[in-house]
């Protein structure tokens, strides 16, 4: 009876978020984000799209050919990586080892992931704002917004080796497969902060288009024993964020199912999440966390 009444109080308070709305939302949208996000996300793309400015940064014929191809591929895929530097290669170990520096504490305190979240990060290095203001990478986040942007979140983290004994099918840091449950409108941003190769842990992820088959048909809940799994370990279906030092990947992950990998013994893996958002205004990255209009927080949509 409690099971009952509890349901009915959830349902009634939030109908979006319960059976039958999560079920049809899968079977509709084919990702895992919710019914309220895939209706909020998308309207909001729309209406960026349609009304939103943006301020395309000075550029060239044939980088516009590269932020032309990069955006017809997130529209089809939902990926695309850059496996070359974004920035310069010194500036990439610059910004990493100034964060290293300012907080060692946190980095060396041991266990499996290490963490430092967006204010924390720009306010001490504010330097990481570097891969954003890129030409490239400002002008296809535009392109694909069609309007000018904001961040909603730039985090630090550091994985390491897992060993099996503490591993034991559970998940340490995102490593089972899901889609994020953020607005779909969000496009992810993820940059390499050291020379990433198959035993570094990357990310793994999974076209937008792949997605939506697994999850009509296959992918239930976030769960490492699911038959799912077995769907996704042809390496044609999966594509992993490996490269060098300053490469990046653009991801919507909120349709795209991906997920960490372990890296191996004495392996460490240092990277970059970047979560943008459009915005009909000229672009404001440095004063984003500071400013709640521009600061979008996830759960109040």
């Not at 630090?156 to 340490?172: F, S």
């Not at 893996?269 to 943008?276: A, Q, T, V």
Request: aromatic share 10%; hydrophobic share 35%; proline share 5%.
């Amino acid at each position: 009876m409690m099971k009952i009444i509890d349901f009915t109080k959830g349902f009634l308070k939030n109908p979006l978020a319960h059976w039958p709305f999560v079920n049809l939302s899968r079977a509709f949208y084919g990702n895992t984000a919710g019914a309220k996000q895939n209706l909020y996300g998308r309207a909001q793309l729309q209406y960026f799209r349609l009304l939103g400015k943006k301020d395309r940064s000075g550029s060239n014929a044939r980088q516009m050919r590269k932020v032309t191809e990069a955006v017809q591929r997130i529209h089809h895929t939902g990926l695309y990586l850059i496996d070359k530097p974004v920035i310069a290669t010194t500036n990439v170990i610059r910004i990493r080892e100034k964060i290293e520096l300012a907080f060692r504490d946190r980095i060396s305190e041991g266990g499996y992931i290490a963490t430092v979240d967006s204010n924390e990060l720009t306010e001490r290095v504010p330097e990481v704002m570097e891969f954003v203001r890129s030409n490239l990478i400002c002008n296809i986040i535009q392109d694909f917004f069609k309007s000018a942007f904001h961040i909603d979140q730039i985090v630090y983290r550091m994985t390491t080796y897992v060993p099996d004994e503490i591993l034991q099918d559970k998940e340490i840091y995102s490593n089972f497969w899901h889609c994020d449950s953020s607005p779909t409108s969000e496009l992810a941003l993820f940059v390499n902060l050291v020379d990433v190769d198959e035993n570094t842990g990357p990310t793994n992820a999974i076209s937008k288009v792949k997605t939506k088959l697994l999850v009509r048909k296959h992918f239930s809940e976030r769960n490492s024993f699911d038959p799912f799994a077995a769907y996704v370990d042809d390496e044609r279906d999966v594509t992993r964020f490996i490269g060098p030092a300053g490469s990046v990947l653009f991801a919507q992950t909120t349709r795209c199912l991906h997920r960490a990998s372990i890296p191996d013994p004495g392996k460490v893996r240092h990277w970059l999440s970047i979560r943008l958002y459009p915005k009909n205004a000229p672009m404001v990255t440095d004063r984003v966390y500071k400013d709640p209009v521009l600061r979008y927080t996830h759960g109040r949509h």
